[in-house]
């Protein structure tokens, strides 16, 4: 596929600069982009490639299009061009294409316009695939599931029984969702199982990464709000609730019945602790701990950043004299008061 720049300008609202005559047929970076792809310029640490970019054209905001050498596409926020652009010019191919012959589905599977289901992969009774779902080859569709329209699974994907997921999102392979939330009673020395009988509950455009795993409800549901962007390797346990448009980054885990709000943003290796809430409109940095209630919007860390090894060391000795140093100060202070009462 390739586009003229007046083409593109039009679709992501972009001015154009120069020849829009030109077409382009794919995206690189400024410092690797040939005549015949197109680049951005969205962060100024960048700013110094730009004079020596041979890209037939780069996205750029007004403020630096007197450097810029070449045919330019002038908007305000040069990152969401670049966004709208590579949906444009997208080459990724669809999980799969028409119903494939080694696709088991269950006779009482209801299926809309338009679906494509890949190669092994098994959708159980009552199943409700919406017009254009697409599930990828080895997908699993447990019982009662409904799926809305234009949702995508990629391969591997496993959807347990008595889900429901909503239009438009999109599943990366080897996700879980709907598995049993961790749940289990003491007693006499031996754990016993509490069977997990809610579901889990997924709003609108919602896109979900590689090898997450999303708990079924104990007893309630589980709900990803509409929006929500989950990256790979999350772990969202039984009852959580998360608001619509928040985002989470890899490797972060929420404990069960915990809700998190609207438009929060939870960075990478970030833990949560169970039966909490979280405000919207939070920020929580890499790796930081959420052990109590965060009830204001604001950005909250914990997490304690990289030093050189000896700092650390000294640090950390420093740390374990902290009692000591403690009851130091708190009786200098008292010897300070009384001074004072004495004058």
Known sequence: MSYTLTDIAKHIGATVKGDGNITVSSLATLAAAKNHQIAFLANSKYQSQLKDTEAGAVIISEDMLDSCPTNALVMANPYMGYAMTAQLLDSTPAPAADIHPRAVIDDTVSLGEGVAIGANSVIESGAVL??????????????????????????????????EIGKHCLVQANTVIGSDGFGYAPHQGQWHKIPQLGRVIIGDRVEIGASTTIDRGALGDTIIGSGCILDNQLQIAHNVEIGENTAM??????????????????????????????????????????????????VYSSGMPSQPNKDWHRMNARLRKIDETTKKVAQLEKVVAEAKKER
């Open 249 to 298: 980054a890899a490797c972060s885990v929420i404990a069960g019945s915990t809700k998190i709000g609207k438009n929060c943003t939870i960075a990478g290796l970030v833990g949560v602790n169970g039966h909490i809430e979280v405000a919207d409109n939070v920020v929580l940095t890499g790796m930081t701990m959420v052990t109590k209630a965060i009830t204001k919007p604001g």
């Open 130 to 163: 919406g017009d254009n779902v697409v599930v990828g080859a080895g997908c699993f569709v447990g019982k009662d599931t409904v799926i809305g329209e234009g949702t995508r699974l990629w391969a591997n994907v496993s959807v347990y029984h008595n889900i």
